[in-house]
């Protein structure tokens, strides 16, 4: 099977190649170093030449709100449209658990227009949609900390490996199309209280309090229990 993945010099597609090369796949690996930029279209017609499969596991440079929409916005429909050129019978894209109920964050409506084009496109589709990454818990303790204390959200988060998240990007893209969304997340939910007191034993940080906060929010979106978290 032929499958290009947009986006593969990232954290996930790094691993979505190596799981695909290793099972045996042909694979075309594009990102802007290989001359693909999925704002202009440029180098998308080429990479996508005979694809069976498209992975398309891009990500806004900048993840602001209205960065990420801009970006979103310009490249979902070029990826779309080139991939209909193409003829290619099965888009796969990673998005995020929870995406479409946290109105508040500007990133997550951006990754709500990616979707959008994607299921409108008429192409057979998967979304993964993965808890946060294992790797981001420590910058997301820190995004919650000010004057010493890490006011943290009264909710749980469902921490998972970033190989873990490859692997399954890498499944659906060699399965049949779901038409749908497949979520997947961390062996465990565990409060933000715990995810910040482990970052911070972790990295010796005797100092800083943690205290949970209603009113703590989540790179500015506000988070109800189960938010972030795969259902049950």
Do not use: W
Not at 5 to 27: K, P
């Amino acid at each position: 099977m032929k499958i290009t993945v947009v986006g593969a010099s990232g954290l996930i597609g790094t691993g979505v190649v190596e799981d695909l090369r290793a099972q045996g796949h042909e694979v075309v690996s594009s990102s802007r170093s290989t001359g693909v930029d999925v704002l202009t279209g440029a180098g998308l017609a080429d990479a996508l030449a005979g694809a069976d499969v498209l992975v398309d596991v891009t990500n806004s440079p900048r993840l602001d709100g209205a960065s990420a929409m801009a970006f979103f916005s310009r490249a979902a429909p070029n990826l779309v449209g080139a991939a209909r050129a193409a003829g290619v019978g099965h888009y796969v894209a990673l998005s995020i658990v929870g995406v479409d109920g946290l109105p508040d964050s500007g990133y997550m409506r951006a990754k709500v227009v990616q979707e959008r084009a994607i299921r409108e496109s008429g192409i057979p589709y998967t979304i993964v949609r993965a808890t946060q990454f294992t790797e981001f818990t420590d910058a997301i303790t820190d995004s919650l900390v000010a004057d010493g204390v890490a006011r943290v959200p009264d909710a749980r988060i469902q921490p998972i490996p970033a190989a873990q998240v490859s692997a399954a990007v890498a499944e659906a893209a060699v399965g049949q199309p779901l038409n749908g969304v497949r979520n997947v997340g961390g062996p465990h939910k565990i409060s933000f209280e715990q995810m910040a007191r482990d970052s911070l034993t972790r990295r010796g940080d005797q100092a800083t309090t943690v205290v949970v906060d209603p009113e703590a929010r989540y790179y500015g979106a506000a988070l109800a229990t189960n938010s972030l978290v795969t259902p049950d």
